[in-house]
């Protein structure tokens, strides 16, 4: 981790909606042995329960999502723009049919509470998971966003994580 340093989360300088929903991020579980990640542009970060958090959102037939529901902790890795193929491909394929790293050139890394992120990164969030709850159609007071969004009714495992360590690229 000798290329990154330690910030706190509300000295983050990036705009939360950019960051997450149009740079995109890799939500990452497991450790450097055994982990799986995957593509993201939902998600947020906010205060919650007076601690800096991430929310996250993973579909129950995403390989991610056996790891992010066995694992405590969860990593977010953001990327400059030089490294979109590498997120595209994550986002398109299978952990369960391609090794990712393999086949983009991602190299792991051991954070500083044992999970997984990526040397490439700009930007690392590690989150403790707090709370895992379900998105269900009963409560989505626009159903209509439940039709367009989930025709398959796969509704998305929400987890909340508290950022407790926040690595950037020096």
């Known amino acids: 981790m000798e290329s990154f340093k330690e910030i706190a989360p509300g000295d983050l300088q990036a705009n939360p909606f950019s960051l ?19 593509t993201a542009s939902w998600g947020g970060l906010g205060i ?8 996250i959102y993973v579909r129950p037939q ?32 299978s952990g369960r049919k391609v090794n990712k790293v393999k086949e983009t050139g991602l190299l792991p890394i051991d954070t500083p509470h044992g999970s997984v992120a990526f040397s490439q990164a700009r930007l690392i969030m590690e989150c403790r998971k707090l ?24 509704y998305h495992t929400f987890y909340i994580g508290e950022i407790i360590s926040c690595l950037q690229k020096e």
């Open 20 to 38: 997450i929903g149009s740079d995109w991020m890799l939500i990452s579980a497991g450790d450097t042995e055994k982990f799986n990640t995957m």
């Open 48 to 55: 919650l329960w007076n601690k800096p958090v991430a929310t």
């Open 62 to 93: 995403r390989y991610t999502h056996e790891f992010t529901s066995k694992n405590d902790f969860f990593t977010l890795t953001f990327f400059e723009e030089k490294h979109r193929e590498i997120l595209k491909f994550c986002g398109a394929n």
């Open 131 to 154: 709370y895992t709850g379900e998105l269900s159609a009963a409560s989505f007071n626009v159903p209509e966003i439940a039709r367009r969004n989930y025709p398959a009714e796969d």
